[in-house]
């Protein structure tokens, strides 16, 4: 059975500072993985799509790394802002065949002016 | 374009009732997915749609059905409320199915309480 765990749950760091924020999976066979944020009381916004194929993707500040043999996802936020804060969230979606993303519980971030 | 939309924002209902959330799908989807998060938690996938029909489904009982219409829009009824299904349940759309289906856009949600 898929699980995935983000570490760590919580996470404050004043504003600049480069941050890395960890996924881990149980089962190497995924289809794919994205990252996405979300902020207090809100949907989900897509932030990075990496295919298991791909070892990563970036886009502006926010750069995801996959390492399927190890079952490990990073999103690597570069000079990070108060605008940053919010929860990140790993999904994993096990395969082809299968429709359903499976989340972690959210790595909750907060950026200090 | 317009993005994924839900109602209403908020609910509470009484142990026993029953629920009916609404979704509209992003223009140009016809794939809906539907989740459950419980506070603190990851989203639970609950099913998912695809052109009017069931495509998957996650471990939720059968007092947790859903529809799809012909314009992609979608709907999710709770029968029985527990008090357990106080939850935002999300919304996701997006194109294509099964090994098509990838980027996932979310709607707002909606929150429902359970008293």
């Known amino acids: 059975k898929q699980e995935v765990t983000q570490i760590p749950a919580a996470l404050s760091v004043p504003e600049g500072e480069n941050l890395v924020l960890n996924c881990s999976f149980t089962?190497?066979?995924?289809?794919?993985l994205q990252w996405f944020r979300q902020d207090p009381g809100k949907g989900l916004t897509s932030l990075l799509l990496i295919q298991s194929s791909q070892r990563e993707q970036t886009s502006g500040r926010l750069n995801a790394s996959l390492d399927k043999s190890s079952g490990r996802s990073t999103l690597y936020i570069a000079a990070s802002q108060p605008g940053d804060s919010a929860t990140y969230l790993c999904a994993v979606r096990p395969g082809s065949g299968t429709y359903k993303y499976i989340f972690g519980t959210g790595t909750r971030l907060k950026v200090l002016a | 374009e317009t993005g994924v939309t839900q109602s209403p924002t908020h609910l509470i209902k009484t142990r026993g009732q029953q629920v009916t959330l609404r979704c509209s799908s992003q223009?140009?989807?016809?794939?809906v997915s539907w989740y459950q998060q419980a506070l603190g938690q990851g989203p639970q996938f609950i099913f998912q749609y695809y052109r009017e029909e069931e495509n998957g489904r996650g471990n939720f009982p059968p007092r947790f059905s859903g529809l799809q219409f012909p314009n992609y829009s979608s709907e999710l009824n709770v029968n029985a409320l527990e008090l357990d299904d106080s939850a935002l349940y999300l919304c996701?759309?997006?194109?294509?199915?099964?090994?098509?289906?990838?980027?996932?856009?979310f709607g707002p949600g909606t929150r429902l309480t359970v008293l």
């Open positions: 996701a759309s997006s194109s294509g199915q099964g090994a098509h289906t990838d980027t996932q856009y």
């Open positions: 089962d190497s066979a995924i289809y794919n």
């Open positions: 223009s140009g989807h016809n794939t």
